[in-house]
């Protein structure tokens, strides 16, 4: 399935749809895949009439429709991206049926969807307010700094959905993005080397400050979306994009649901971890029997760098990568 490609002519409008036919063996089929704005997943599948009896039913995250497009009537399926590892092989068994076996459409999809009925169970569980904080701050560093200094290869370094020890890692630049909604620069750290860089490696730490409200007009939402402009004219980079935010939980069922949070970004900040910054020092051992260590800084009288230093920075370390 092309979902890659379609990703990069997700439409701006609502109401339109990306399409491309399905081919079969090398060969064109009447069917369609295709996306809508909000980047759900479609297949389209040409009939002559609605279901007869009872249409087949929705399940949790999949939609059954009967529709009027301009080529004409269709049998809609549909389904939101992070169920892209179930649409797509439940699409394939659908195409076989109709196509290869030459079964009715309608009848075909009835009892697929039966056969494929307890995959389509609820997962999603909610998204926690401080994660949708977190990566609220990684993805407006990616969508103002990385991308438009680095491009779409930006995506490569974005390590936060891998558990790293810092949120974007390059050969010789780490990043370190910390996001709070208390009135001042203070952050937790939460591990002994969360400060600490690699030998040869330079430590960026980009603060951010946002303040919670439903008079805010930035939210995860937002953020996805303008990174996937950002993105469209690189499939593949959207593409994994998208996989690394399925795999941190975002779904598009989030945009409707009542866990979506809505923020006033107060303020970004970039700072140089160097012999200046407050950190507990490298060479630090905890006692023994002390696991691990938690520790709050204040960067309120710390210099921040200005947006064409940072610049720099990154195009200097990603040259030496290069070099």
Same mark, same amino acid.
């Given at each position: ?5 379609? =990703? ?10 990306? $399409? ?29 009439h609605g279901p007869t009896g009872a249409p087949p039913s929705d399940l949790n995250g999949l939609k059954v429709r009967h529709r009027s497009l301009e080529p004409g009537e269709v049998l809609a399926l549909s389904a939101p991206p992070s169920h892209e590892q179930v649409f797509t092989p439940f699409c394939r068994d659908i195409v076989a049926a109709v196509v290869q076996e030459a079964r009715e459409p309608w009848k075909a999809v009835a009892a697929t969807i039966r056969a494929w009925q307890s995959a389509w169970k609820p997962v999603r569980p909610a998204m926690d307010k401080t994660v949708q904080i977190g990566l609220f701050g &990684? ?22 959905? +891998?558990?790293? =020890? ?12 910390? /996001?709070?909604? *208390? ?33 805010? +007009?930035?939210?995860?939402? $937002? ?5 996937? +402009?950002?993105?469209? /004219?690189?499939?593949?980079?959207? +593409?994994?994009?998208? $996989? *690394? ?7 598009? &069922?989030?945009?409707? @649901?009542?866990?979506?949070? =809505?923020?006033?970004? =107060? ?24 696991? @691990?260590? *938690?520790?709050?800084?204040? #960067?309120?009288?710390?210099?921040? #760098?200005?947006?064409?230093?940072? /610049?720099?920075?990154? *195009? @200097?370390? $990603? ?5």
């Amino acid at each position: 399935m092309h979902w890659a490609q379609l =990703r990069s002519m997700r439409p701006q409008s609502e109401d339109a749809l990306a $399409t491309i036919p399905v081919k079969v063996n090398g060969s064109g089929t009447s069917l369609s895949l295709a996306m809508d704005q909000g980047g759900h997943l479609h297949l389209l599948i040409p009939v002559d009439h609605g279901p007869t009896g009872a249409p087949p039913s929705d399940l949790n995250g999949l939609k059954v429709r009967h529709r009027s497009l301009e080529p004409g009537e269709v049998l809609a399926l549909s389904a939101p991206p992070s169920h892209e590892q179930v649409f797509t092989p439940f699409c394939r068994d659908i195409v076989a049926a109709v196509v290869q076996e030459a079964r009715e459409p309608w009848k075909a999809v009835a009892a697929t969807i039966r056969a494929w009925q307890s995959a389509w169970k609820p997962v999603r569980p909610a998204m926690d307010k401080t994660v949708q904080i977190g990566l609220f701050g &990684e993805l407006l560093v990616l969508r103002s700094l990385m991308i438009p200094v680095l491009g779409p290869s930006a995506v490569d370094h974005w390590s936060g959905p +891998d558990a790293e =020890r810092h949120d974007f890692v390059g050969e010789r630049l780490r990043i370190e993005v910390k /996001t709070t909604r *208390k009135s001042r620069p203070e952050h937790e750290i939460s591990r002994l080397d969360q400060l600490r860089a690699p030998a040869g490696c330079q430590l960026l730490f980009v603060s951010v400050q946002l303040e919670e409200s439903i008079a805010g +007009d930035e939210s995860l939402a $937002t953020q996805v979306d303008a990174i996937v +402009d950002l993105l469209r /004219t690189d499939a593949a980079a959207l +593409d994994w994009f998208m $996989t *690394k935010m399925a795999n941190l939980g975002w779904s598009e &069922e989030v945009r409707s @649901s009542g866990e979506l949070l =809505r923020f006033l970004v =107060r303020g970004a900040e970039v700072y140089v971890v160097d012999e200046e910054f407050p950190r507990i020092p490298d060479d630090f051992l905890p006692p023994s029997g002390v696991v @691990s260590v *938690k520790y709050t800084v204040d #960067l309120a009288n710390l210099p921040s #760098l200005g947006l064409d230093e940072v /610049t720099s920075v990154i *195009k @200097s370390a $990603t040259r030496c990568n290069e070099s």
